[in-house]
């Protein structure tokens, strides 16, 4: 159980163009769904946290015109990365709680290169 | 936001051998710890967690150490095997979930 299903695995798109990442709580609801940005061979760093029904909490530096958050239902929250530009190349992977649950459960994971 | 430092960034064993990464934490309200596996390209796996009202958790060859007066927290795993390696990550959760910068495990064979 727990699982979480994120699309699309991996996207190149050109720069200007936007792209929108989907994550999808599966046997469970989501109230919660973090967002996370990771470079090469660096760690998971927090761009923002989405509640269902409500906008979402960026974190300090993270643009949120640029990374829209929607988290419009207990399943469903897109990260849609606006105008991309070839510096937003990055592993983007969601996460979320089951409520009552301690545990975390990833998506798979988007890579996105802009050329 | 709070930060969570994670050593060392790299460590190497020989197969057989134990493995220790260690942790610190400046949230004093987090109250939950998890480690991370996360193999190249692929998302994190969660292998092991520790609440804030427990000091020690062990699962087969892997354990949690957590001291919350020092706020630092260990991941110990005994007879380390190849497929060990791996990026392994600390984290902790007070209103957020904040990682460490992972540490790059490698088992010798």
């Known amino acids: 159980g727990a699982v979480v299903s994120q699309h699309p695995s991996w996207v190149i798109c050109k720069s200007g163009t936007s792209v929108k990442i989907e994550c999808r709580s599966l046997d469970f609801q989501a109230t919660t769904m973090f967002w996370y940005r990771q470079f090469p061979k660096q760690s998971l760093m927090l761009m923002a946290t989405?509640?269902?029904?409500?906008?979402?909490?960026?974190e300090q530096g993270v643009e949120k015109d640029k990374f829209l958050i929607n988290h419009a239902s207990l399943t469903l929250s897109t990260l849609t990365v606006t105008s991309a530009h070839p510096e937003d190349s990055s592993f983007y992977i969601c996460s979320a709680r089951l409520q009552g649950y301690y545990g975390y459960t990833f998506g798979s994971g988007t890579r996105l290169t802009v050329v | 936001g709070e930060n969570v430092e994670q050593h060392p960034s790299t460590l190497s064993v020989q197969e057989g051998d134990s493995a220790v990464i260690k942790c610190t934490y400046s949230?004093?309200?987090?109250?939950?710890f998890p480690w991370y596996k996360q193999e190249l390209g692929k998302r994190p796996q969660l292998i092991i967690d520790i609440r804030s009202n427990v000091g020690e958790k062990k699962d087969q060859r892997i354990a949690v150490t957590l001291n919350k007066t020092a706020k630092h927290f260990s991941l110990h795993i005994t007879e380390t095997q190849p497929e060990d390696s791996a990026v392994y990550f600390c984290?902790?959760?007070?209103?957020?979930?904040?990682f460490g910068a992972g540490t790059r495990l490698t088992v010798k064979p």
């Open positions: 984290a902790s959760k007070g209103n957020d979930m904040r």
């Open positions: 949230d004093s309200a987090s109250n939950y």
């Open positions: 989405s509640n269902e029904g409500s906008k979402a909490t960026y």
